[in-house]
Structures are given as C-alpha cells and as structure tokens.
C-alpha cells in the first residue's frame, strides 16, 4: 500500500525558511515523479514544485528563486523553502502517481506570518 507522509511545516516569520519532507513506502519508487502542491484556504490546489525520477525540475513561477525541490533518494523527496511570505501560507502536499492511481499525502500546514 503506497502511503505518502509529509513533514516539516510550522509558523515561520517573513523571509524565513523551512525544509518539508516527503517520505513514500509501499512500493518502488525509483521510476516515479513527485510534486509537491499547497492550497491556502479558500483556493484551488496548485502545484508548487516537482522532480521527474530523473531528477528533472520545476518549479511554479510564484515560488522560483526562493524553493527548491531535491530527491536525496527513491523515497524521499524535499522542498527546501526559503525567503518565504505570507502567501505561501497553505497546507502542502506530496503527490505522486502510477497509472491510473494517483496518492496524496495527509499535507502539513505551512504558516508565514509575524
């Protein structure tokens, strides 16, 4: 059973960072894509940032020059955040898929606020 479990979020000032995790079990992820995405409440999920199992990159525009996203291994997968505003406030989530199945993680909230 695949299961995603995110880690690392919390209140954070203005301009400081955090580094969430993405830690995936119950298969072999060496051939998936990962992509981190954030809903803030009252808006639409939107993707932040994803690693091909290449280890191809991108990132959304908002979040260009400030995150980044790595992959020190199969399993686990990071989205180092720095330089951070109010807007990134949100719950963060790891996805990932295998066709036709698509796994989520539970999220982990992400506040930026003085």
């Known amino acids: 059973q695949v299961q995603l479990v995110e880690s690392g979020g919390g209140l954070v000032q203005p301009g400081g960072s955090l580094r969430l995790s993405c830690a995936a079990s119950g298969s072999d992820f060496s051939f998936y894509d990962m992509t981190w995405y954030r809903q803030a409440p009252g808006k639409q999920r939107e993707l932040v940032a994803g690693?091909?199992?290449?280890?191809?990159t991108h990132l959304a525009g908002s979040v260009q020059g400030r995150f980044t996203i790595s992959r020190p291994n199969a399993n686990t997968v990071y989205l180092q955040m720095n330089s951070l505003k109010p807007e990134d406030t949100a719950v963060y989530y790891c996805k990932t898929e295998s066709s036709p199945n698509v796994y989520w993680g539970q999220g982990t909230q992400v506040t930026v606020s003085s």
């Open positions: 690693i091909t199992w290449g280890g191809r």
